[in-house]
């Protein structure tokens, strides 16, 4: 079987959405099946044809050059045309047996478009919806005209496709509501693969904290990108009381984003400062020593519709790096970590119940040597890409025997 993957982005960009996609073609391919990659006009806008990257090629698709095709909505448009024309080519060459476009709308609805043109079965990856994006990043408000014409073209792209996948229970119940029947809906969840062994040296993480100048702190951890919805306005905000209660508290925040210059502008505050280290954003190879180097994981998302329904990779890598995860109680972080089984939470914004948490793993390495223990087993056992991507084995087949 030959897999045509339409992606926003691909390496050597960084990102979960980058990872999830590296752990699915792995699995895949591990099924014996091709797979090839197609990204969309987003990824590198000056591309070349293809680009090898770590070993996987990407086929790229140039910026529109239309006049007018950096106006909104135009510019949505053209990017579609754009990725519809590369799609074609890719098609002709590659002659596949699936399409599987991957979120956002902008790669699901030329995937539908040249996929019935060429009689191929399309599938639809719906890893957040475009319409709750937006009101993160400020585009529209939920409700207004743009959210619900946003909503609606994402609908329309559900019932087009010939099958769906969601990442999560949250997005499956959303996108059932819609009218999509349940035989063509699937639900593979984030995973993780090379988890390390358990009791694997840790030195990078010591050599790590020494460099850094936090040898001696209980290290709360954040590693990923920087947006709103993440929470960490929130976080570094509750400083001062989370040192009240855990006085060689140290911050950790490994990435960036477009919350990057916010949360440096807030770590001025001269109380702040010592307490917070700033790394920028890491080569991938680096990340396990930086996971290594934090005790506990924050992930304190805030809670609106998209945490509500999306599942971040952040806790999974986590628990399989053998590190304890502490999650506000949003409905993402409820369908990964079971409260004082496999990880630590705390209610969403809500400043008591943080900082009661965090003092609760720093005076406890019991308490977190068990979290550990008991999550890796989780991951280890219920979360590995060759467990989790099995689902597309059933969609695949489904589809392939209806075209016959």
């Not at 073609?25 to 044809?49: D, I, K």
């Not at 095709?69 to 448009?77: D, G, M, T």
């Not at 959210?147 to 769906?164: C, F, I, P, Q, S």
């Not at 890796?376 to 991507?389: I, P």
């Amino acid at each position: 079987m030959k897999v045509l993957h339409v992606l926003d982005h691909s390496l050597p960009l960084q990102s979960g959405y980058v990872y999830r996609t590296l752990g699915i073609l792995r699995a895949q391919r591990g099924f014996g099946w091709e797979t090839r990659h197609l990204t969309s006009p987003r990824n590198n806008p000056s591309a070349t044809p293809s680009e090898t990257v770590d070993g996987w090629e990407f086929l790229r698709t140039p910026a529109p050059t239309l006049p007018g095709a950096k106006l909104p909505i135009l510019r949505e448009f053209a990017e579609m045309a754009a990725t519809a024309k590369r799609l074609r080519q890719a098609v002709a060459a590659e002659r596949p047996d699936i399409i599987h476009a991957h979120s956002p709308l902008l790669n699901a609805l030329p995937a539908i478009r040249v996929g019935r043109a060429a009689g191929i079965p399309v599938v639809y990856e719906v890893r957040a919806l475009w319409e709750d994006a937006a009101v993160d990043l400020g585009h529209s408000k939920e409700g207004d005209l743009r959210y619900r014409a946003t909503r609606a073209a994402d609908t329309y792209a559900l019932k087009r496709a010939d099958g769906v996948v969601a990442i999560c229970r949250g997005l499956k119940d959303d996108i059932a509501a819609r009218g999509i029947p349940a035989d063509r809906l699937a639900v593979v969840p984030n995973a993780v693969d090379n988890i390390p062994p358990l009791d694997a040296d840790r030195g990078a993480g010591r050599r790590m904290r020494a460099q850094l100048g936090i040898a001696d702190k209980f290290v709360l951890g954040f590693i990923g990108s920087f947006y709103h919805y993440e929470g960490l306005v929130f976080l570094l905000q509750a400083m001062p009381e989370l040192l009240k209660a855990v006085p060689n508290l140290h911050v950790l925040l490994v990435g960036g984003g477009p919350e990057d210059q916010k949360l440096r502008a807030l770590a001025e505050d001269p109380a702040l400062k010592p307490a917070v280290t700033f790394t920028g954003r890491v080569p991938h190879a680096q990340v396990p020593g930086y996971y290594q180097a934090v005790d506990l994981l924050a992930c304190p998302r805030l809670k609106m519709r998209l945490t509500d329904l999306v599942t971040p990779l952040k806790p999974l890598e986590s628990m399989a790096q053998g590190v304890a995860v502490l999650v506000s109680d949003v409905g993402g972080h409820r369908e990964l970590v079971e409260h004082n089984r496999t990880g630590l939470m705390f209610q969403a914004q809500n400043l008591p119940s943080l900082v009661a948490e965090v003092a609760r793993a720093a005076s406890s390495p019991t308490l977190r040597q068990q979290l550990v223990a008991t999550a890796y087993d989780h991951v280890r056992l219920e979360r590995s890409w060759e467990a989790c991507a099995q689902p597309y084995r059933a969609l695949y087949d489904r589809l392939l025997a209806a075209r016959r």
